[in-house]
């Protein structure tokens, strides 16, 4: 069965523009979370979806914008980017859309704002 | 902030037993205890979680004290391939109920 799957896997963007990012979760998998990682430091939450609504927001500003779609799949929106987004950002999905199962982890994208 | 406090770094020698402490001395009744552990450039994954009593899988064991304020995740016998952080998390399952990660514990497998 594949994975977590995310794309691009790698993305470098400038100040002041706009970057979209996507993650397709695990066949069966309703919930699809997404994480901030800075290097150096531990993944940080910054959605969950679970059909199609978002459960859960962590605390980043509202340059930070995400959905789900039908099929479960997700995208990660962030607006006006700031050098300090430039970071892994990890997609992780759950069948449940808690953490009974364990969360899946794709790859991640990198991204970087210069 | 995370609730789990854990060592920065650890050696552990190829072929034996890494055992790694976690305190998670404010845990609720209602929190899982995970384990999950990222090799360099790779997504975290999952390696065990448990409430109360000890849990075995094909990858480690998860031994937690009666009183659940700590925890140790063993592997039973270490490989290169088992260097990586290893991140402890304690998070009730509840529906979007995200996972604080702090800093982990840095593994190192030496041959």
């Known amino acids: 069965d594949a994975g977590v799957t995310q794309s691009p896997t790698h993305l470098i963007k400038t100040r002041g523009q706009h970057v979209t990012l996507r993650c397709s979760p695990i066949?069966?998998?309703?919930?699809v979370s997404w994480y901030q990682q800075v290097l150096g430091q531990g993944p940080q939450f910054i959605f969950q979806?679970?059909?199609?609504?978002?459960?859960g927001r962590g605390n980043f500003p509202d340059r930070f914008s995400a959905r789900q779609f039908p099929n479960y799949s997700s995208e990660l929106n962030v607006n006006a980017l700031l050098l300090g987004d430039s970071a892994l950002y990890l997609c992780?999905?759950?069948?449940?859309?808690?953490?009974?199962?364990?969360?899946?982890f794709g790859s991640g994208t990198r991204l970087t704002v210069v | 902030d995370a609730k789990t406090t854990q060592p920065p770094s650890m050696d552990c020698a190829e072929g034996r037993a890494a055992n790694l402490p976690c305190n998670h001395s404010?845990?609720?009744?209602?929190?899982?205890v995970y384990w999950y552990r990222q090799i360099h450039s790779q997504g975290p994954q999952y390696i065990i979680h448990?409430?109360?009593n000890n849990e075995t899988n094909e990858m480690a064991s998860l031994i937690i004290t009666e009183d659940r304020k700590s925890s140790t995740l063993i592997l039973p016998h270490a490989t290169l391939r088992d260097t990586a952080v290893y991140y402890c998390?304690?998070?009730?399952?509840?529906?979007?109920?995200?996972?604080?990660f702090g800093p982990g514990t840095r593994l190192s497998v030496l041959p």
């Open positions: 992780a999905s759950s069948r449940t859309g808690t953490g009974n199962y364990g969360y899946t």
């Open positions: 066949s069966g998998h309703k919930s």
């Open positions: 979806y679970y059909e199609k609504e978002e459960r």
């Open positions: 404010t845990i609720s009744g209602n929190e899982y």
């Open positions: 448990g409430l109360k």
């Open positions: 998390i304690v998070s009730p399952d509840n529906y979007g109920q995200n996972f604080v």
